[in-house]
């Protein structure tokens, strides 16, 4: 018989470096629906060497490819075991993580996420199930977003759920089937400049809102050809360094009008992102603790209800949900819809390693 109840831990990491997230969950499924608790959780930071690392890693070689990726399954396997031991959490049903993206090009097959090697599952002494992305692009999917199987089944109570995080991505019900995709570029490029400033990033749009519009700027961004694709569609790194970023500084203003363009620029899309106006949005990530970009979103979405959930759910939903996708693995369940990935069907992705 399949057990109800699983006592999780997840991971993510995201393009913005942020850090680690881990959270520790409960799951339980109740009259067929899945109920869930987050309980101990908190982020790690990465050292600025690592950030530096990470930064240009899309850069790498395959033999630097393969050594960071030991090195980054070595940090994951030893943040695992110390927040065990910090929590003192005991009968773990598993640990689900994401990894950490340096590539991801799935229209050429490729897409990897670091710190998934078998080994992490006996540095942390846990199963683990992970690397939930290769196989969708194996079968001709994105891999991406993997997100909105998580929204479905945990806040099916929100018409649209966005993240905005190093890129904005959102999903919804259409016609019966699941639909999500990347929008655009978001804290990958804010914190970049934030960068350029001093600042880790901008707090609460502060910087944002001191800039100036450049309307030339803004349209050239939005006539950018990814924003006329239709989905399923996603984006990586490579679109900020290689399109995004020399387009900006092309430009000779300054860095607060920069961040006050492209925040607009991410408020536009997500604008018309929705197709139905009136109804409600559930916003989480680490954008959503930015106010001034909020406003903007408002702005061009004037008939819907921003929703702004409790501050666990914002930061940690990420985590939540891949927690969600490796329960489903360990159920032999679907947890990848080919409505949001474009791949050949609905599978159960990821890998489950068990500790030697």
């Not at 075991?81 to 990894?99: N, P, Q, T």
């Not at 020399?246 to 536009?268: C, G, N, R, V």
């Not at 559930?282 to 209800?305: C, D, M, P, V, W």
Request: charged share 20%; proline share 3%.
């Amino acid at each position: 018989m399949i057990q109800e109840k699983y006592n999780i831990i997840g991971l993510m990491s995201g393009t913005s470096l942020d850090g680690i997230d881990l959270a520790h969950l409960n799951f339980e499924m109740t009259n067929g629906k899945w109920n869930f608790q987050i309980l101990e959780s908190e982020t790690i930071g990465y050292s600025q060497e690592w950030i530096d690392h990470l930064k240009i890693a899309v850069g790498f070689s395959e033999t630097e490819l393969q050594q960071l990726n030991k090195e980054y399954t070595l940090l994951l396997g030893n943040i695992i075991s110390k927040f065990i031991s910090k929590y003192h959490l005991e009968s773990i049903d598993a640990v689900c993580s994401h990894g950490h993206t340096i590539l991801h090009k799935p229209k050429n097959g490729i897409t990897l996420q670091i710190g998934n090697l078998p080994e992490i599952a006996t540095l942390c002494n846990q199963k683990v199930v992970c690397d939930f992305r290769v196989q969708d692009v194996e079968l001709g999917g994105q891999g991406a977003p993997l997100v909105p199987i998580g929204d479905r089944l945990l806040f099916s109570e929100a018409d649209y759920c966005l993240n905005l995080g190093g890129f904005s991505n959102i999903s919804f019900e259409e016609n019966g089937k699941r639909i999500a995709f990347d929008i655009s570029p978001v804290n990958t490029v804010l914190n970049f400049y934030a960068n350029k400033l001093g600042f880790e990033y901008d707090d609460k749009g502060s910087i944002s809102s001191s800039g100036k519009i450049n309307s030339e700027l803004l349209n050239e961004l939005n006539d950018l050809e990814f924003y006329n694709l239709s989905y399923p569609k996603s984006l990586g790194f490579e679109f900020v360094k290689e399109i995004v970023l020399p387009i900006i500084e092309s430009y000779k203003i300054s860095i607060e009008d920069k961040l006050a363009t492209f925040t607009e620029h991410i408020a536009y899309q997500i604008g018309l992102a929705l197709t139905n106006k009136k109804s409600n949005l559930l916003i989480t990530g680490g954008g959503a603790y930015n106010e001034f970009l909020i406003s903007r979103i408002q702005f061009y979405l004037q008939e819907t209800k921003l929703l702004i959930p409790e501050k666990k759910i914002i930061e940690f939903k990420e985590a939540l949900i891949f927690g969600m996708l490796g329960v489903l693995k360990l159920r032999n369940e679907i947890n990848t819809l080919s409505s949001v990935t474009g791949a050949s069907k609905d599978h159960s992705s990821g890998k489950i390693y068990n500790p030697k």
